[in-house]
């Protein structure tokens, strides 16, 4: 494949991240969003600030178009750049905006009013007097609401409202106190992006419809290899509907490295296949062992020490065991970040054995693969450089709007033999241009959606150090609360030792608890804590952090740090969250 040029396509760490501007009061800002967003910015400001009419509950049959409205447009521009017409959206459909015959002005108030909603929203999700959660549960919702679809049309008036009530009952996962899951924030250059890659509405299978989001494609994973340390970035990728698929992509490849002709005469053609993962690896191994036929009783889960980690001789053992009976082991998925320990495997001595028994390793990266980016805990990596290909989800520890998981294969041209059917309706092999950026037929997918441009624009906005900056910043804070509970009275730290990823794990003894002896009783009582706790803070609408049981151990908090918004408070807030919530328990 041809290398697209420097400059404008390319990443480097010279780029920095700027201050974010802060105006410094409430009307300098406004006066700022007043003159780049004009309606936009006044409404906006009227709903912060109350100098104008007030936002009306959701769900009420609200005058969505109330405010002050400019007289009729009269451009013969188009689109025009006036303030919007005075627009009654009651007697509108969607059959009157673009591509309406004259339909312009319609389309601009309308999706202006989309983007107040969308900006409101925005700016509450930072807001700590605002809920994380509105909850409700699922039959409330479904019977305070119409959510069923329907024959006739909508207007465009209950349009916006559906708009509104949707983001009402939404999750806030940009809120700085919601700690529940590895994909947290919001960030707003990947925002724009997002809304970019939407407007553009395209596919990436083909360089004839996706020119640029190809070529960024292609800089973007030639960087990310680089940072796994392949020479020269050398290798291949894709990026995929999340880190299950491209994980089931690399035991696809594995598979066809070692037996090509699984492709076209299947599974009876080869001999009993066995993968090995951690017994605290994620489940989609597991999921993609059964999608690929090669069933979940193939797949051997290898023993962890205490805090999580694969342990290498037990790993040796089972691959001697499976070949002794006459199994073929043809990958090994190594953990960098699990799910819940948030533990690194040794890649180094993985790496070793599956050199020894030629075997592909696949590292899923998933969780821990942001940490490649920060001088400070890119060693917890080490042996990555190894493995004959990688998942990394940028969409968590780096903040990326989901969706946005790439698979790395270290060999170039396997992914596309592997997957490859040239289907000539779409892959011509006589058009005018490179055929190497048509790069649709080396995944399983037809339709792929862009999630490369949220990546390419915020690494451009932050450089490679503004990403080290937010992660040095999420495990520092990890480190913090980890600090915090280790001796305080009522946690207990699931196990010693300082958290390896921005995973802390404990529980919660309430003050019934303290003095029972550690008895099967204290355990049975100590397993409905965390729940209880967990499912007051959704009715409350405070916080939100996971739990789950693991092996013999009872259900405890699994907090996860990978919002850049939090803070050492948001920290602090959590604990006095959890005692408030779980002291008379």
């Not at 796994?228 to 299950?244: H, K, N, V």
Request: glycine residues 8%; aromatic residues 10%.
């Amino acid at each position: 494949m041809a290398t697209p040029g420097a400059g404008f396509w390319s990443f480097g760490s010279e780029e920095r991240s700027g201050e974010a501007e802060n105006p410094g009061t409430a009307k300098a800002w406004c006066q700022a969003a007043q003159k780049f967003t004009g309606g936009i910015g006044t409404k906006l400001c009227a709903l912060l600030y109350g100098d104008g009419e007030k936002p009306t509950e959701t769900g009420a049959k609200e005058d969505l178009d109330s405010a002050e409205k400019a007289p009729a447009c009269t451009c013969t521009d188009k689109p025009c750049s006036c303030q919007r017409a005075d627009i009654n959206y009651a007697f509108l459909h969607s059959t009157d905006l673009l591509p309406a015959c004259n339909g312009e002005i319609t389309t601009l108030s309308f999706l202006q009013d989309v983007m107040d909603i969308l900006l409101q929203y925005v700016v509450k999700s930072f807001d700590r007097s605002t809920k994380v959660i509105d909850f409700h549960y699922p039959n409330e919702l479904l019977q305070e609401y119409n959510w069923e679809l329907a024959d006739q049309p909508q207007t465009l008036e209950e349009i916006l409202l559906n708009c509104r009530t949707t983001l009402k009952y939404a999750i806030k996962t940009g809120h700085p106190r919601y700690f529940n899951q590895l994909s947290t924030g919001l960030d707003m250059v990947g925002l724009a992006a997002d809304w970019l890659t939407s407007t553009a509405n395209t596919n990436m299978f083909t360089y004839e419809i996706a020119p640029v989001f190809v070529l960024l494609e292609y800089v973007t994973l030639r960087k990310m290899r680089e940072m796994i340390g392949w020479p020269g970035g050398c290798g291949d990728g894709i990026f995929s509907p999340g880190g299950a698929i491209s994980n089931m992509y690399a035991m696809l490849i594995a598979r066809f490295k070692m037996f090509p002709e699984v492709k076209e005469k299947g599974m009876a053609a080869i001999p009993r296949l066995v993968a090995l993962t951690s017994e605290h690896s994620h489940f989609s191994v597991k999921k993609g062992a059964a999608a690929l036929g090669i069933g979940t009783d193939s797949v051997i889960l290898i023993r962890c020490d205490e805090r999580g980690k694969m342990i290498p001789s037990d790993l040796e053992r089972r691959i001697i065991e499976a070949k002794q009976k006459g199994f073929v082991p043809f990958l090994v998925s190594a953990t960098a970040g699990t799910t819940v320990y948030g533990a690194f495997d040794p890649l180094l001595a993985i790496a070793d054995i599956c050199k020894k028994y030629k075997i592909w390793m696949h590292v899923d990266a998933a969780w821990g693969g942001g940490l490649l980016m920060s001088r400070k805990h890119k060693w917890k990596l080490n042996g990555v450089e190894r493995a004959n290909s990688v998942t990394w989800n940028p969409h968590k520890m780096m903040g990326v709007p989901l969706q946005c998981s790439a698979l790395l294969v270290r060999e170039e041209g396997l992914m596309q033999s592997c997957n490859q059917m040239h289907a000539s309706y779409l892959f011509q092999q006589d058009k005018h241009y490179d055929l190497s950026y048509d790069t649709g037929d080396k995944a399983l997918q037809c339709g792929r959606h862009v999630d490369v441009f949220k990546l390419w624009l915020m690494w451009r906005a932050k450089g490679t150090t503004g990403f080290e900056a937010q992660i040095d910043k999420c495990l520092e804070l990890a480190e913090y609360l980890y600090n915090k509970i280790k001796n305080r009275e009522g946690y207990e730290v699931v196990f010693d030792g300082k958290p390896q990823h921005t995973n802390v794990c404990f529980w919660y003894v309430p003050p019934s608890l303290r003095s029972m002896e550690d008895n099967e009783e204290r355990m049975n009582r100590l397993l409905k804590v965390a729940p209880v706790i967990k499912a007051r803070m959704m009715e409350y609408g405070t916080t939100m952090v996971s739990y789950q049981p693991l092996g013999d151990k009872v259900n405890f908090f699994r907090m996860v740090i990978s919002n850049p918004a939090a803070t050492h408070q948001d920290i602090d807030f959590l604990i006095e969250e959890i005692e408030r919530l779980g002291q008379d328990l």
